[in-house]
């Protein structure tokens, strides 16, 4: 694909239905619009994705086949209503509460315990959940627990950048191509979520049979 094309597969194998986009932007930004994408796909049908990126695209996995138009897909990777779906297709409220215990440090509110008398890791990890949740439940508007989201969105997903990446793709024209097989570009990001699944196999025996099975 050119600088102004953004390039999409489509296509079925023995283990389900295959969409894939490349945007070439890195692996928060391919994360967070996979997410986004699936939350979004998701909307319009009950249905269930296994989600893999690579730096340079993404994938989204379903056994259920999907009726791909350029026109539903351009309109589903819109930036509108972008932050209210991507805290919505992610699990915003774990990863903030991960960055709220730094947060909490920093501000004093937990304390690590004097010199050699350090508080045990879980009893601050508990302490700062507790905090989290009842600044959530009875202070919404607490000025820490805001820091914590956004800072979640940040760091994690690079939420400016998406949302830049995302109005940067409304001015690019969508390419839908739908193989027989995988592709140079969708082979690599499918070997990838091999990774995280538990097999009495090798990893390079997995690949081998996947090459042997769509040569």
């Known amino acids: 694909p050119t600088k102004d094309e953004f390039l999409m597969e489509y296509f079925k194998t023995d283990q389900g239905f295959h969409l894939l986009g490349y ?5 928060f930004v391919n994360e967070g619009i996979a997410s986004l994408l699936a939350f979004r796909l998701s909307k319009l049908k009950p249905i269930s ?3 893999a990126f690579s730096d340079y695209g993404f994938e989204l996995l379903s056994d259920q086949k999907l009726d791909i138009t350029e026109l539903m897909l351009t309109t589903l990777l819109s930036p509108e209503n972008l932050l209210a ?3 919505q ?4 409220t774990e990863m903030a509460k991960r960055r709220f215990r730094d947060i909490a440090f920093i501000s004093g509110l937990l304390f690590k315990g004097f010199p050699g008398g350090n508080v045990k890791d879980r009893h601050l990890q508990s302490s700062s959940e507790l905090f ?5 439940e009875y202070d919404p508007n607490n000025l820490l ?5 956004e800072e979640a969105m940040s760091r994690q997903l690079d939420y400016e950048r998406l949302k830049k990446v995302l109005k940067r793709m409304e001015n690019q024209s969508l390419i839908i191509t739908y193989p027989e097989k ?3 570009f969708a082979f690599p990001i499918m070997t990838d979520r091999l990774r995280e699944k538990l097999s009495s196999e090798s990893l390079a025996h997995r ?3 996947m090459s042997l099975d769509y040569i």
């Open 89 to 92: 297709s992610v699990n915003a």
């Open 132 to 136: 989290f949740d009842v600044f959530s």
């Open 23 to 27: 945007p070439f932007e890195g692996r």
């Open 85 to 87: 779906d991507i805290e």
């Open 145 to 149: 627990l805001k820091q914590s989201y």
């Open 49 to 51: 994705f296994s989600i």
């Open 207 to 209: 690949i081998k049979r």
């Open 182 to 184: 995988p592709t140079p």
